[in-house]
């Protein structure tokens, strides 16, 4: 089986490193110690501070599992040098009369407030495989909006 690759730019790669760093030495110690320090308190069927603590470490091992997951898969995205919207592309849209610029990201890093939109967002799924020039359709929450692809770099 094939898996999807994880498209990530270098500084999320190096976040998610970082997060998983956090999970591994700090947070899973201390909850370790949560749940060594609420055994000894005795009877483990009523004991809320053991369940909570179990609970948490139930989680932090689910994230740890998830980001190796993401690491295995990740693809560096690199700026394209393509007329095809592609993962790391930089992409200048006209929708009615306003001018917009995204570079598209993985999901990881999507921060539409600084521009980068995921490929699998809305946006991100309608501009790929497009070229300068040609009109693309999205719909998303806020409804129905016509692009035109002005540049492609």
């Known amino acids: 089986m094939t898996q999807k690759p994880f498209y990530i730019t270098e500084e999320g790669l190096k976040k998610l490193k970082e997060?998983?760093?956090e999970l591994e030495k700090v947070q899973r110690p201390k909850v370790?110690?949560?749940?060594?320090e609420a055994r000894s308190?005795?009877?483990?069927?009523?004991?809320?501070?053991?369940?909570?603590a179990r609970d948490e470490q139930s989680f932090i091992e689910g994230?740890?599992?998830e980001i190796k997951?993401?690491?295995?898969?990740?693809?560096?995205?690199?700026?394209?040098?393509?007329e095809v919207v592609g993962v790391g592309s930089t992409v200048e849209v006209e929708s009615e009369g306003r001018r917009e610029t995204f570079f598209l990201v993985g999901p990881e890093d999507a921060d539409p407030s600084t521009g980068k939109i995921s490929v699998e967002s809305p946006i991100g799924k309608a501009l790929l495989n497009h070229r300068?020039?040609?009109?693309?359709?999205?719909?998303?929450?806020?409804?129905?909006f016509v692009y035109k692809i002005i540049k492609v770099s």
């Not at 308190?41 to 909570?52: I, K, Q, R, T, V």
């Open 41 to 52: 308190h005795g009877d483990l069927s009523e004991n809320a501070e053991y369940d909570a």
């Open 32 to 36: 370790a110690e949560r749940i060594k």
């Open 19 to 21: 997060e998983l760093y």
């Open 69 to 82: 997951d993401k690491l295995k898969r990740a693809r560096i995205i690199k700026k394209r040098h393509s």
């Open 132 to 144: 300068a020039g040609e009109m693309t359709s999205v719909l998303t929450p806020a409804g129905e």
């Open 63 to 65: 994230q740890i599992v």
